[in-house]
């Protein structure tokens, strides 16, 4: 575990409660997690909930991993530390969006089971929804939107997952979208309907 740094630090209770957000929101507030190969499919079904969330009237946001580290984790590399410190921040902030009552989706390939293992150890049962976007490096590859697999086919890019570095299945998501022969708005469909049928978007 890293040392924590700051030090005369003390921990504020708020006035406005969690509860107290998820009541004025009419819903829960919720992580879900996409997790996945590169070219998986990830972001593209991670937005298209938000879509869908937004056109039912509910709080909802996406924490892209492109996006992220173009600003809060612009520090940080692909070595398997950077990684693990990127989830963190990362789980650390959904873990607010959760508490302000927002369904928050993380679309990150986040390889290390251990690094989302402890995202959720850190939010309520019930607060993190691991979605496995399940792709073969083949399709992926096949797809490959940004040109990456050609890179790291040919040594420009090091350490990347599924080629060069690795990526661990989760063992028990909550759900596991098949992106090897569904399409965007099938996949999204199912995100949807899990969270009505487990009670997420109202109270």
């Known amino acids: 575990m890293t040392e924590q740094k ?104 986040s390889p290390y089971r251990a690094d989302r293992d402890k995202v959720r150890e850190i939010l309520q049962p019930g607060e993190f929804v691991e979605i496995y976007v399940k792709a073969t490096v083949e399709t992926c590859e096949g797809r490959d939107p940004k040109g990456l697999y050609k890179k790291a086919r040919a040594g420009e890019i090091k350490e990347f997952t599924g080629i060069s570095a690795p990526y661990e299945e989760p063992n028990s998501p909550e759900l596991t979208l098949d992106s090897d022969s569904k399409d965007i708005d099938t996949l999204a469909g199912e995100v949807i309907e899990f969270l009505k049928s487990k009670g997420y978007l109202s109270l």
Do not use: C, P
């Open 6 to 109: 700051a030090t005369n630090v003390t921990w504020h209770e708020h006035h406005v409660s969690k509860q107290d957000h998820w009541q004025l929101n009419g819903h829960k507030g919720v992580v879900l997690w996409f997790t996945g190969l590169s070219g998986s499919g990830k972001s593209t079904v991670a937005n298209t909930v938000d879509h869908q969330l937004h056109a039912l009237k509910k709080h909802s946001y996406v924490l892209d991993g492109d996006n992220v580290r173009m600003g809060l984790n612009k520090n940080l590399g692909f070595s398997a530390d950077d990684r693990t410190e990127n989830i963190r921040r990362i789980g650390e902030v959904a873990k607010l969006f959760v508490d302000a009552g927002t369904v928050v989706s993380t679309a990150f390939i």
